[in-house]
């Protein structure tokens, strides 16, 4: 199985402060990597597809990059509506394979 | 749009199916999947399966314990869990493929419906 490591598990960021999270893949996955929000008794939102591509309806400072093992995700201009839980998933090989989130707060 | 039912409370080695009931969109053209949540674990993907039905996956923690299926003709996507266990416990989601074959691209989802088993 791809094992999918995020980091860091969680942060604490000002609004519009630039935010970074990364996401390591345990074998190469091309760029079959999604990226998701989560906040708690909402149903989880699709950001970004195939590592880089916007879903649509999701607001511009949201943003990927990667391929391969490593992948970032990437809030330019963080916003209060902006503090979830993000989790990379592969979608290279089965079994789809979800990283164990970081959690976003405002400081 | 998705709307989940048939989660609740059962007990370790009880069954539930869960109902997703699908709308907005050709419903015999995706293929569709279940994905679970936990404050403890996290997201993790369930099962799924194509849109004729023909092909399905497992992850291996249900593997032998759930089934999935769907009934084209009402839109509707259907889990079978039997044997339960405590580990079970989670919120579960339906969600759409982005095409007929399983991408695993998980969009949208429904907003859930929670599985409790316990004694």
């Known amino acids: 199985d791809v094992q999918m490591t995020q980091s860091p598990s969680s942060l604490s960021a000002s609004l519009g402060d630039r935010v970074t999270i990364t996401c390591r893949a345990s074998q190469s996955i091309g760029t079959f990597l999604n990226w998701y929000q989560y906040k708690s008794g909402k149903a989880p939102k699709l950001l970004i597809y195939a590592a880089s591509t916007l879903q649509g309806g999701v607001p511009s400072r949201f943003s990927g990059s990667g391929s391969g093992t490593d992948f970032t995700l990437t809030i330019s201009t963080l916003q209060p509506e902006d503090c979830a839980t993000y989790y990379c998933q592969q979608s290279a090989n089965a079994p789809w394979t979800f990283g164990q989130g970081t959690k976003v707060e405002l400081k | 749009q998705l709307l989940e039912s048939g989660g609740g409370w059962v007990q370790p080695g009880g069954s539930l199916r869960l109902s997703c009931e699908a709308s907005g969109f050709t419903f015999t053209t995706y293929a569709m999947n279940w994905v679970r949540q936990t404050p403890e674990k996290g997201l993790e993907w369930v099962s799924s399966?194509?849109?004729?039905?023909?092909?399905?996956f497992y992850a291996d923690s249900v593997k032998g314990r759930f089934s999935i299926s769907r009934d084209n003709s009402k839109n509707i996507l259907y889990l079978q869990m039997n044997n339960l266990r405590a580990e079970d416990t989670a919120i579960y989601y339906c969600a759409k493929d982005s095409r007929g074959g399983i991408t695993a691209r998980f969009d949208p989802w429904g907003q859930g419906t929670l599985v409790t088993v316990s004694s």
């Open positions: 399966i194509s849109n004729s039905g023909a092909t399905t």
